[in-house]
């Protein structure tokens, strides 16, 4: 599976920005899809994560109630809508495919994309 993230950019605080993944390469539908982020010094963290059926999604607390998660399994395509952003959101974005249920464990993915600058400020 080939990922390709994209739709990042730069934003005001309060603004909003969606994020896309295309998936291309072997069936999409199977694997468990997670957002992660890593700002500059710091290691790469959990953002968000969605079952392949879209039905399960998990959100970490820093962007809950603001980020929301999808994906299209006939588009071959997961999505994050961010909105309310804040400047602490500015980092690069990547999204992640694993073959069973999704994970916010950044190591048990098997697939990556190359990473969607996101930068937040006025």
């Known amino acids: 599976v080939q990922l390709q993230a994209s739709g990042g950019g730069l934003v005001q605080p309060g603004g909003s920005l969606r994020l896309s993944c295309a998936a291309s390469g072997r069936t999409f539908s199977p694997y468990g899809m997670g957002w992660f982020r890593q700002a500059p010094g710091k290691e790469r963290e959990f953002v968000a994560r969605i079952s392949w059926s879209g039905g399960s999604t998990f959100y970490a607390d820093s962007v809950k109630g603001r980020f929301t998660i999808s994906r299209d399994n006939a588009k071959n395509t997961m999505y994050l809508q961010m909105n309310s952003l804040k400047p602490e959101d500015t980092a690069v974005y990547y999204c992640?495919?694993?073959?069973?249920?999704?994970?916010?464990?950044?190591?048990?993915?098997?697939?990556w994309g190359q990473g969607t600058q996101v930068t937040v400020s006025s």
């Open positions: 992640a495919a694993k073959r069973g249920p999704s994970s916010s464990r950044p190591y048990e993915y098997d697939f």
